[in-house]
């Protein structure tokens, strides 16, 4: 039996300006799982649920094994969050951060917090106040990885970030992440960071759960093709072929993205008469924006 680190079941609550409806939404132990949506398409209401903060209107959250928000107490001990709005003691050293955490949860590792603070090319001795942004950012992480927390919930961790801090912080994360199985929720809108580090794919938007499914299997059923249009088409002949998600003509030539990439997909096209010219794997960001146009 397959064993989850969360599980969220019929999630329905209501805001004066925002709804979310039967949202149901799991994750396997051991997995990471990328949270993708624009700035209030609901991830953050479904992180704040996750950790307890708010009680849906109706629906079941279970966390490790415990029923939120009625056991969150004993939940958090074992989840691990990261912001991009996390603050730390700036008149203080990263090690007083270090001892300070040490002191509140008794499973934090010393020789793990000793080993990312290499890997994250930090100084304990250092004042929070001397660090750059992209520092900043990794000394949030390892207080929270430190703790060895069973679920790791990172909420826009890399907001703020400039390109190169960015890439460096993902791929420090992603190797971190493989030496050491750990369940993640992932939660960001861009999408570069998502594809990078996650085992599944959820996208978000206005408060409705578009798509949930595995990375690769998600990424490998969307396409674009190219493809040239015989000069005596008309518009509706152009604009019915099945499992097509959008289809715009440019004069003779025509794009076509769908999300049953196959090859019955493109004998559809052949008899809807589309000769397919080149076809393309389309990126999360491409994917994301195209679901969300059709969703809206």
């Not at 056991?71 to 691990?80: F, L, N, P, R, T």
């Not at 008899?271 to 195209?290: D, K, N, T, Y």
Request: hydrophobic letters at 40%; aromatic letters at 8%.
């Amino acid at each position: 039996m397959q064993q989850f680190a969360f599980e969220m079941r019929d999630i329905s609550i209501r805001y004066p300006h925002f709804v979310m409806e039967n949202i149901s939404l799991s994750l396997p132990k051991g997995q990471v799982m990328g949270l993708v949506g624009v700035n209030g398409a609901g991830k953050s209401t479904t992180i704040r649920m996750l950790m307890g903060l708010v009680k849906p209107d109706a629906g079941q959250i279970n966390v490790l094994g415990y029923q939120l928000p009625a056991q969150q107490v004993q939940a958090k001990y074992d989840i691990g969050f990261a912001s991009d709005d996390m603050r730390l003691y700036k008149s203080q050293t990263l090690q007083w951060h270090m001892d300070f955490i040490r002191s509140v949860y008794p499973q934090f590792d010393p020789a793990y917090a000793k080993e990312l603070l290499q890997r994250f090319e930090l100084i304990g001795e250092q004042k929070i106040k001397g660090l750059s942004h992209g520092q900043r950012v990794k000394a949030c992480l390892l207080l929270v990885l430190a703790r060895r927390p069973k679920l790791l919930v990172l909420d826009e961790p890399t907001t703020g970030l400039d390109p190169v801090a960015r890439d460096e912080v993902i791929s420090e994360l992603a190797e971190i992440l493989r030496d050491d199985e750990r369940s993640v929720l992932f939660s960001s809108h861009n999408t570069h960071d998502i594809e990078k580090l996650s085992d599944q794919i959820a996208f978000l938007d206005r408060g409705k759960l578009l798509a949930l499914q595995d990375k690769e299997t998600y990424l490998d059923s969307w396409s674009r093709f190219r493809c040239q249009l015989p000069a005596n088409a008309n518009a509706d002949a152009t604009m019915s072929v099945a499992g097509a998600v959008s289809i715009k003509r440019h004069g003779q030539l025509a794009e076509v993205i769908t999300d049953q990439n196959s090859a019955g997909f493109v004998a559809q096209l052949a008899q809807a008469g589309f000769q397919v010219l080149e076809q393309h794997r389309m990126s999360l960001e491409e994917i994301f924006v195209a679901n969300v146009k059709r969703s809206r």
